[in-house]
């Protein structure tokens, strides 16, 4: 059986996660315009930088916040206001923009928690 992952692309069963990977990776290459990720992220705080990488490694609001001795009330201010600088109507949006922006820009992708470089610093 054949699924198809794209127009010109199919992927045959079983998928290994390092095909889904390839293909996601790409997928979210071409959908957004480099400019806009850069204004999306520009506008983010290094904080929100920090959350953010947090809750795309799937990291909870409570334990966000227990890492970074803050409330979880806090980190779902975080939340809202990243979705809102990114023009994102959720926090699946935005971690589909911040992996697309993350793998145009080398820099982020061996990016550890408070040690990153922002796009606005390139």
Sequence with gaps: MIVKARPTDFLTKPITAEAVDRIVTQ????QFEPDELRKAFERLTDREREVLELVVAGASSGKIGAKL???SKTI????GRMSDKARTDNISDL????????????????????????????
């Design 27 to 30: 997928r979210n290459r071409e």
């Design 69 to 71: 001795a803050v409330s």
């Design 76 to 79: 779902e201010a975080h939340r």
């Design 95 to 122: 971690t589909l923009k911040w992996r697309a922006w993350t793998s145009r820009n080398d820099r982020f992708n061996s990016c550890k928690v408070g040690n990153c470089v922002g796009p606005t610093s390139q």
